[in-house]
């Protein structure tokens, strides 16, 4: 697996909306479902959610090429309920929890394939109030992701070249990783540190106020995006409780 | 390998006077170091998680799928907060650091997409409560623990809510254990030991945490 | 550093030298007004700028540093110019006219949006001196910018550097290894000496020629002084190339009995590339012959570094060792070596020494590699405490390999490799940012080695250590479609 984080980019009008709204909705929408504990309320949550990001801009085909490991992983829960849990419906909890787990963190994978970083970095301050110097320093530093990716590599590459290698014995492996770690680790912190110099050659830790270079607004359409997950949660409540089968958390 | 001995308590001692005879708090606003050091120890985990996961595929689905399993191997989630809570050594560093790793995960394609902020935000506050506590004076190996403790439980406590909801209550008490223990053993002796080893090779000069290296 | 007396006056172009620990990089942060009171180390002494303390004039100084990724900020190239802008709150309308500004002045060759990791090094500091200049300061403090480059990056850099100084007329503060290129930059030189006070303070040719020789011993790299040579045999003039060395025969056909490791029409593409980073390359490692390994970057020197070395498998062509290397394992290529059989037989030494510390005490470095052997205890320590007097690591034998200086960790991590006897030992730019001294030492190293038999490769930029050791060299070149031309500004 490469460690890259400019992946797909859905384009559409999903992709323009306020990084803070669409982050905002993922959360409604993941709360609101966590908390019920039926299968019909998820189940209709997650068709009305798959439309509206399908007319977002965002293909089923997208959804499926990355939503595929979480449906592993929601089917893997599902059998782990059915073997530990003791409940007198087994199969039915089980298949509640592997739609429940899927709705819940489905919105939330395909939006954040629409959210740029430094785009979601410049919203969290100028829209939602985070410290500038929180948001920025963050993103400093994931840019130096990539190459601790290659670090991590090449440091192994170096300790073979000693002649350290873990083979098959997993204590060794164990021993192998945590010096790498450590390796890894002492490089990141003193890049960090002369990075925090270079930040402050440049002003970065001036009291007064920053000026902004790229403007994110919040529009009619990203308040709505927000307003029509509440909305949607509401009407799958609904729906289900109007065909008898809704049932929250606490019940 | 030649390790000064830490002292326990951070050197928030009585201040000392500056240059000029002012006698100043207590550092408790963070430097620009301290926040891009924290946020560096954070994306240093998003490799090392991978690398992780990497290295437990290969021991099979059986262990890496199931919970058991899982349990076991999940200290590691759990070293971001703490390491950099006691590496900064300044109010809110836990809760930053494990925010910071849970938007790597996300960003670099988890499996579970942006619910992974709250378990950041969370696992990241349960540390962050007990090095209040202590009233971010004592950032040794008991602290540690008992951190990595509350974040251990604070995980398992957002596992149940999410996904295991149904399961019976003795292997309910039986995963809390598991992953408490792996949490305890990882990320609090864990991280502890590897503060000290990052202040012996001098990579924590800027820190309090590194100030008692000694000069050879 | 300390008792240092010293005026400079506004517009001057000064280099600022003297050995390494000398101080300077600790001189440039205090002038930065960057000097952290909490970091280790206590101050004494008065320091100004403009009669003020370096903090309260921090906006009219710029701060540029040798690293470049960590001095970008931002994913996109236009963004990080346009982070200082924000930070002293130069008001939204202006910034993005000030950040094409600096864009152009330093000769960007790219437009606004260009992602920051996808820069050679030479574009990437030439960005952080967009971002410098975009500031208007008035001094501009530069921390050896060309370091980490190759010689056409560092060219670039230093236009862009002259650019700057033209248009902001800034007084100028350098300190830089490359002196000789270097020198058109600045009109005064002043060297530091270690442990405190100047050495020298004056016109640069003045300076070289009364102090040349205490400055070269110190390891300062004074121009025009020559540097000892040690190749094995003498150069073949009719086959010589730009570099002043022999250009390597490409004929494999007969394996000689000196061949330790032969190559045959290796080639590797990385993971998600679709150009080859190496194609068809045919070289043969033979004991006690050194081999250089250039070309620009991109050409594929550390990739192939790392294929000789066992360490990355060919995609195409193969690498074989002789029986003379191997023994029984000549039939396995050296990728499918275990871990252990490769080090006794092939070294490497990484960019990076911190990449292969493996220990908590230089002492246990060294002797790593030899108890992994299963040697008598005895006999470890005391070859040992030999390698230690021989590279002058003495005092250091009880530290953290990781607290050691640069050079120090340099000599420190050629010498583990060399513990385990192999015969072959395959370094990647060896000769990184190191100072005249530890330049001299290393190449005295590895010459010992290639004159007790073994074979040398190493993948380096640095004509220098082609011209003084390199028995042979291999030229590789990149295949790539002519790159969008640098805009070189104008000398």
């Not at chain 1, 009008?13 to 039926?38: E, H, I, M, Q, T």
Request: proline share 6%; charged share 20%.
């Amino acid at each position: 697996m490469v460690l890259d984080l400019h992946a797909v980019r859905a384009t559409g009008r999903l992709a323009r909306a306020n990084p803070v709204a669409k982050l905002a909705a993922a959360f409604v929408l993941g709360f609101g479902v966590a908390l019920s504990a039926d299968p019909l309320t998820p189940a209709l949550v997650l068709a009305a959610v798959v439309a509206a990001l399908a007319a977002g801009g965002v293909t089923v085909r997208i959804m499926l090429v990355r939503g595929w490991p979480l449906l592993v992983s929601a089917a893997t829960l599902g059998l782990t309920t059915l073997l530990f849990s003791d409940s007198d419906q087994p199969w039915l909890t089980a298949l509640t929890v592997t739609i429940r787990v899927f709705a819940i963190a489905l919105p939330g994978v395909v939006l954040l394939l629409t959210i740029d970083p430094t785009d979601l970095a410049d919203s969290l301050v100028q829209n939602a109030r985070v410290p500038a110097r929180f948001a920025y320093a963050s993103l400093a530093a994931l840019r130096l992701l990539p190459l601790m990716a290659v670090e991590w590599r090449t440091i192994g590459l170096a300790r073979r070249a000693r002649g350290v290698d873990a083979g098959r014995n997993p204590a060794a492996r164990l021993r192998l990783f945590a010096g790498t770690v450590f390796t890894l680790l002492v490089g990141a912190i003193r890049r960090g540190t002369r990075l925090a110099v270079a930040m402050d050659a440049r002003g970065f830790d001036a009291t007064g106020p920053r000026t902004i270079a790229r403007p994110q607004t919040v529009r009619r359409s990203d308040v709505g995006l927000v307003l029509g997950a509440f909305a949607l949660l509401a009407a799958a409540v609904v729906g289900s409780s109007a065909l008898g089968t809704f049932r929250p958390f606490w019940a | 390998m030649s390790h000064p001995h830490e002292p326990d308590l951070a050197d928030t001692g009585p201040p000392d006077p500056d240059s000029r005879g002012r006698v100043l708090p207590p550092a408790t606003r963070w430097r620009t170091v301290d926040i891009v050091v924290a946020a560096v120890i954070a994306v240093a985990f998003g490799v090392v998680f991978w690398a992780w996961n990497h290295l437990w595929t290969a021991s099979g689905p059986a262990f890496t799928a199931f919970p058991p399993g899982q349990a076991f191997m999940y200290g590691i989630w759990l070293v971001p907060g703490v390491l950099a809570a006691l590496v900064v050594r300044k109010p809110g560093a836990a809760v930053f650091a494990s925010l910071v790793a849970a938007a790597v995960s996300a960003l670099l394609g988890t499996t579970w997409g942006v619910q992974v902020i709250w378990y950041g935000l969370l696992q990241g506050l349960a540390p962050e409560l007990v090095f209040l506590a202590t009233r971010y004076r004592r950032f040794g190996l008991p602290v540690a623990l008992a951190a990595a403790a509350a974040a251990g439980l604070t995980a398992a406590s957002l596992d149940w809510f999410y996904y295991y909801r149904d399961w019976s209550t003795g292997w309910l008490v039986v995963y809390y254990a598991v992953l408490t223990t792996s949490a305890v053993i990882v990320a609090g002796f864990g991280s502890w030991a590897l503060t000290r080893s990052l202040a012996g090779a001098g990579a924590l000069d800027a820190f309090p945490s590194g100030r008692e290296r000694r000069p050879v | 550093m300390r008792g240092l007396d010293l005026a400079i006056e506004p517009g001057e172009r000064v280099l600022l030298l003297g050995p390494s620990g000398a101080g300077k990089s600790t001189l440039l942060t205090a002038l930065a007004g960057l000097l952290d009171p909490d970091h280790a180390g206590d101050a004494e002494g008065r320091l100004t700028v403009d009669g003020l303390d370096p903090r309260a004039t921090r906006d009219r100084i710029a701060l540029v540093l040798q690293d470049p990724e960590t001095q970008l900020v931002m994913a996109r190239a236009g963004d990080d110019v346009a982070f200082g802008l924000e930070n002293r709150a130069v008001p939204s309308p202006e910034i993005w006219q000030r950040v094409d500004a600096a864009l152009a002045t330093v000769g960007f060759p790219y437009d606004r949006d260009r992602r920051t990791d996808r820069l050679s090094g030479g574009e990437q500091q030439r960005l952080a001196l967009a971002g410098a200049f975009a500031l208007s300061p008035q001094l501009l403090l530069l921390d050896e910018p060309t370091a980490n480059l190759d010689p056409v990056g560092a060219r670039l850099v230093r236009g862009a550097i002259t650019a700057i100084q033209r248009t902001t007329g800034a007084t100028t503060l350098l300190v830089e290894h490359r002196v000789t290129e270097t020198l058109e930059l600045v009109d005064r030189v002043v060297v530091l000496a270690p442990g405190g006070g100047l050495i020298a303070d004056g016109d640069p040719a003045d300076v070289f020629a009364r102090h040349g020789d205490a400055l070269a011993a110190a390891g300062v790299w004074v121009p025009n002084r020559p540097l000892p040579t040690r190749r094995a045999r003498p150069v073949r003039p009719d086959r010589s190339n730009a570099w002043g060395g022999a250009t390597a025969e490409p004929d494999n056909s007969v394996v000689t009995a000196q061949d330790l490791l032969v190559a045959d029409r290796v080639g590797f593409t990385h993971r998600g590339t679709s150009r080859p980073a190496l194609d068809g390359v045919s070289v043969s490692l033979r004991a006690g012959e050194a081999l250089a390994v250039v070309g620009p970057n991109g050409s594929g020197k550390s990739t192939l570094a790392a294929i000789l070395a066992g360490l990355a498998a060919p995609g195409k062509g193969t690498v074989r060792a002789t029986a003379t290397l191997a023994g029984a394992d000549a039939r396995l290529p050296p990728h499918r070596w275990r871990a252990h059989e490769l080090a006794d037989r092939i070294g490497t030494v990484f960019q990076d020494p911190e990449h292969q510390f493996l220990t908590g005490r230089v002492r246990d470095e060294l002797a790593f590699g030899p108890t992994r052997r299963g040697e008598d205890v005895d006999a470890v320590r005391r070859r040992v405490d030999d390698l230690l007097d021989r590279l002058r690591l003495t005092p250091l034998a009880e530290a953290n390999p990781f607290t050691l200086s640069g050079g120090e960790k340099r000599r420190l991590s050629v010498a583990t490799a060399l513990t385990t006897d192999p015969a072959v030992l395959v370094l990647d730019e060896p000769t990184f940012g190191q100072d005249r001294r530890t330049w001299v030492e290393l190449v005295e190293l590895l010459a010992a080695h290639r004159d007790a038999g073994g074979a040398i490769c190493a993948a380096t930029h640095d004509e220098a250590v082609v011209t003084s050791l390199a028995d042979r060299v291999l030229t590789l070149e990149v295949r790539r479609p002519a790159p969008i031309p640098d805009r070189e500004v104008a000398a």
